[in-house]
């Protein structure tokens, strides 16, 4: 298998060089300005006063980020449990029945909505003497109690986000070779331990994509937190992307934010670094 | 395989150009300028307006319209740095616009600002406003003044009357109370400041104005009794649940709560849920909590229109500046939003705010700048999140208030 | 049974905000009241109120290069980093690691900050305002996910596919565009349609790098009118045009359920 014919080689790196190319020119490229300007000190109007690692410092000192950590921690782990094991659970219990397709309708039609319209399908139902409220009979703000803001969001994003989950998971399930699945059954294995020593196992690249997915998705949580609470009331559903663009943005604080986003990115690209690997060497 | 070889060369060509580039720019004859502004929801009325001044001046004008007010603003100080230039571009006056004014980006419109002062087409009340350092820049996109909105029908239920002074205020709201409907509204995102400004406004507006320009300090017991008392107005019962996210107008148009604060924009709203002013709604101005003060504090906003002085033809731009003042575009402007002008002479179909803007420009009242404009940012932000956690938790006034101040302190320390 | 039993009561659950969403874009824009928002009004009001939201609007430039940037940029992703994930995995690139984790690492990065230097940058490079520029970024922004998927997608794949059209002599262009291609379909249109989605539904990219109503992708024209205070634009209507504006995306999913319809039995080509 080592041996290749000569020719091959000097063409491999023409494959990856469009995407390796793309990739470093429109999303790398523009992030290293946000990683020089984490160093300095600017407003957006005068020209970037260098000031070293200060920014950083002022990270282990803000008592805001905290909670912004802690949030964005809830956001992974939820990310995790929820659209993707229902996602899961979803695809697994779809993927083999006759009309399957069709039951999975209802999960997909949210993922249409974009980020004001799901703002606005929600709002009314968690606002206070919402339907929600009404429903459950309770009287709870649900978007105003910390940490129960950040689960309440979490639930619209399940909703949201459960249907592509299970369209991935569907596109493992369908990828597995019948040979092995049917030498199992032959031996007289169904039901759950089919699936978890013979299904399971034969669907792992696919679930490596949508749990890396996932991981990187919760880190970067923003436009749901952005358009249901803005981070509030008091910073208390901020996320660490949040934070991010408050500072940036709104404070117009470049240096402060982009030094949150560069340890965001550091973050990210770790956690992904290492769940990445295990996969490689898994597979 | 040569498939491959010349998407790869055609994307490297691609990044390659994204880093050279730039070009030189020719004076240019306009007669369609670019107008970027960060009321996306209001292309309808700025096309309108485009028609209008086509007829009138050869000049149309093309709206861009944002949505988020602070990405807005970043695009807009980065594009200094490039060569997409705005022909004309809303913003905000306070800190901000004497911000951009210090870069030397901003078309100096001292001579506009006398023209139409003298034609009786902007008010003297309104120049400081736009005064950095002795010049005038930008005109007003549009003015709006801060009141009370109220559901008619249940003030007329109840047999109340708009207040003269804030005792009777309280006094209408305590009867609301008693027949179990919510007094006022408020919310805990963004407009989370409406309470904190009209309550210190109507107490001690020298205190706000020293608050804004970092001579006084959110901890000064004038601040701390303001908050104070808007605890008091929470904890009598008077305000709906923060956490209540129904939109303002329709809280107004159920009576879910009987009053709502907010700019004469406001009256957009009201139109497109078929309410009628004078019959189910009205308007009313705030009294002072303080009755010893000589003049109604009156909350008051306004937004810049702005050229640059690089624009693309800057006598073009500064033309549609000029126009911009006059009666004919204004009469337009203010008609089709329903809200108020900066031209005195601009009649206003709404009888309350038409005999608002007459006072206001006869000076019957002191003009507030609105919070929002009147704070730098770093202070705002700080602050809208402290007011958004007193809304919820009103008994941490005093911790919120140091929140704020650290902020102002960290600001003022490098900034004058 | 108890699978669809389960199925049809979660489904049901995930219905009821849909339900919230028709019945309240259909209600006449006057008559919305949240204390009785789950009643239908009997009126049949979406046509009326998505035609106020949009009104004086023209959109039609704005929908043409909408639909352009959603259709064409996940194509050019979808190839691309197909072509990649193949090269990674089939052809065993040396380092493939690295290279897949340079690609991949392009989804790091918090695309809010990469608003102001894209915008520099595409100005300096004439690309600001122009259908190439939205196309470009769209397609990068697009690749890594699909290098993803098509790299572990592809390393489920029997190597012996690859052995075997060697052997007849065929190039390894041709064995990608002829042998793994089409077996990856599926996955591919998976990964089309969230790119799909994501374009569609875009707002910041579409705001900050572009002007003129011909490149301007239709969210900006909508979403002011959704999020504006200004605006005060009464729900129904903002309702409206959040569910009118989703419907192409709607019907693309409607449209490929087929695909994803097949079970176990026949869904491989082994």
């Known amino acids: 298998m080592r041996a290749r014919a000569p020719m091959l080689g000097r063409f491999r790196y023409g494959y990856v060089a469009p995407a390796a190319l793309l990739v470093a020119g429109l999303l790398y490229a523009p992030f290293l300005w946000t990683a020089y300007l984490s160093l300095t000190r600017y407003d957006g109007l005068e020209s970037p006063a260098w000031i070293g690692l200060d920014n950083f410092v002022k990270l282990f000192d803000d008592a805001a980020l905290l909670t912004s950590t ?5 956001w992974v782990v939820g990310t995790m449990v929820l659209p993707v094991g229902l996602g899961l659970l979803v695809a697994v219990l779809s993927y083999d029945i006759k009309g399957g397709a069709w039951f999975r309708v209802p999960f997909m039609l949210p993922y249409a909505l974009s980020g004001a319209g799901l703002a606005m399908v929600w709002s009314p139902i968690l606002s206070h ?41 569907v596109v493992g399930l369908q990828s597995i070779p019948k040979e092995p699945i049917e030498a199992a059954r032959l031996d007289g294995a169904s039901g759950w331990r089919l699936f978890r020593h013979v299904i399971w196992p034969l669907m792992r690249p696919l679930t490596a994509v949508v749990v890396g997915l996932a991981l990187v998705a919760g880190l970067k949580t923003f436009d749901i937190v952005w358009v249901l609470t803005q981070g509030g009331p008091g910073r208390n559903s901020e996320t660490l992307a949040v934070t991010m663009y408050k500072e940036t943005f709104v404070s117009s604080d470049y240096g402060y934010g982009s030094a949150v986003a560069v340890m965001l990115t550091v973050v990210t690209g770790l956690a992904s670094y290492l769940y990445l690997r295990r996969q490689v060497t898994a597979t | 395989m040569f498939r491959s070889r010349v998407a790869t060369l055609g994307a490297a060509a691609l990044v390659l150009t994204a880093c050279g580039g730039g070009g030189g720019e020719a004076p240019q004859k306009k007669t369609e300028l ?43 100080k980065a594009s200094f740095r490039t060569n997409v230039k705005p022909d004309l571009f809303t913003w905000q006056t306070g800190g901000m616009l004497a911000e951009i004014v210090k870069q030397k980006q901003v078309a100096d419109t001292s001579a506009v600002w006398q023209e139409a002062i003298k034609a009786g087409d902007l008010s003297q009340d309104l120049m400081p406003y736009y005064t950095v350092d002795g010049k005038q820049y930008c005109v007003p996109m549009n003015v709006a003044y801060w009141g009370m909105f109220y559901n008619k029908k249940v003030f007329d239920q109840y047999g109340l009357k708009p207040p003269q002074t804030w005792d009777d205020l309280v006094k209408v709201a305590d009867t609301l109370k008693q027949n179990n409907v919510k007094a006022f509204y408020h919310t805990s995102v963004l407009f989370s400041f409406v309470w904190f400004e009209q309550l210190l406004a109507g107490t001690d507006p020298d205190l706000y104005d020293r608050l804004s320009t970092g001579q006084a300090k959110y901890t000064d017991p004038g601040v701390v009794q303001v908050m104070e008392r808007w605890k008091q107005l929470i904890d009598a019962g008077y305000f709906i649940n923060p ?17 709502v604060s907010f700019g004469s924009w406001f009256n957009t709203s009201m139109a497109s849920r ?12 705030i009294p002072n909590v303080n009755p010893a003060l000589p003049k109604t504090s009156m909350i008051f906003e306004s937004g810049p229109l702005c050229s640059l002085t690089k624009a693309a033809d800057p006598d073009a731009s ?65 602050a809208l999140d402290g007011f958004s956690k007193f809304v919820t938790e009103p008994a941490t006034y005093m911790e919120v208030l140091q929140t704020i101040q650290q902020a102002a302190d960290e600001y003022w320390s490098t900034h004058q | 049974m108890i699978r669809r039993a389960v199925l049809v009561v979660l489904g049901l659950i995930w219905l009821g905000p849909t339900y919230l969403l028709l019945v309240n874009a259909s209600r006449p824009a006057d008559s919305y009241d949240p204390g009785s928002a789950w009643i239908p009004s009997g009126d049949f009001a979406l046509l009326r109120n998505f035609v106020s939201a949009v009104e004086g609007a023209n959109l039609s430039g704005s929908l043409a290069s909408t639909a352009l940037y959603s259709v064409v940029s996940p194509l050019l992703g979808v190839v691309i980093g197909a072509l990649a994930g193949y090269t990674i995995v089939v052809l065993r690139l040396r380092h493939g690691f690295w290279w897949f984790l340079l690609i991949f690492g392009g989804t790091v990065f918090p695309s809010q900050m990469l608003l102001v230097p894209l915008f520099v940058g595409y100005s300096d490079a004439g690309l600001y305002d122009s259908r190439a520029g939205m196309i470009l970024l769209y397609t990068a922004i697009n690749v890594p996910l699909a290098a993803f998927v098509l790299r572990n997608f592809y390393s489920g794949v029997a190597f012996s596919i690859f052995e075997a059209a060697r052997m007849d002599g065929a190039s390894t262009w041709r064995i990608f565009w002829r042998i793994y291609l089409p077996i990856s379909f599926t996955a591919l249109a998976a990964v089309f349609i969230l790119e799909f989605t994501f374009i569609w539904n875009d707002l910041i990219f579409g705001l900050t ?18 999020t504006d205070v200004y605006a005060g634009t009464p729900v129904p209507v903002g309702l409206a045009a959040g569910l009118v504006v989703s419907l192409p995306t709607v019907v693309l999913f409607l449209a490929t359920q087929r695909l994803f319809a097949r079970g176990l039995a026949l869904g491989s080509v082994h």
Not at chain 1, 155 to 162: A, C, E, I, P, S
Not at chain 2, 278 to 284: I, R
Not at chain 2, 352 to 362: E, H
């Open chain 2, 34 to 76: 670019s107008l970027y502004n960060d009321k996306g929801a209001w292309t309808k009325y700025f096309d309108e307006m485009g028609a209008v001044s086509k007829q009138s001046i050869g000049l149309s004008i093309k709206p861009t319209g944002y949505t988020d007010s602070a990405q807005y603003q970043a695009f807009i």
């Open chain 2, 243 to 259: 956490g209540d996210k129904t939109d303002p107008a329709d809280v107004l148009k159920n009576g879910k709560a009987a009053m």
């Open chain 1, 70 to 74: 802690r949030n964005t921690l809830i």
């Open chain 2, 274 to 285: 078929s309410m009628k002013a004078g019959t189910d709604y009205d308007f009313f101005v």
């Open chain 1, 129 to 169: 003497d919402g339907v929600a409220n009404r429903l459950l009979g309770v009287d709870t703000a649900f978007l105003q109690d910390s940490p129960y803001n950040t689960l309440a969001m979490l639930l619209v994003w399940t909703w949201q986000q459960l249907g592509v989950n299970t369209l991935l998971f």
């Open chain 2, 318 to 382: 500064m033309r549609y500046l000029k126009w911009w003042t006059t009666a004919e575009a204004q009469e337009k402007w203010s008609t089709s939003r329903g809200d108020v002008s900066a031209n005195p002479k601009v009649a206003i179909d709404d009888k309350a705010l038409g005999a608002v803007t007459k006072d206001a420009g006869s000076g019957e009242y002191r003009l507030v700048n609105r919070y929002f404009e009147a704070t730098p940012p770093p202070i705002l932000t700080a």
């Open chain 3, 209 to 226: 790098l572009t002007q003129t109503e011909e490149v301007r992708p239709v969210m900006t024209a909508i979403a002011g009118l959704m």
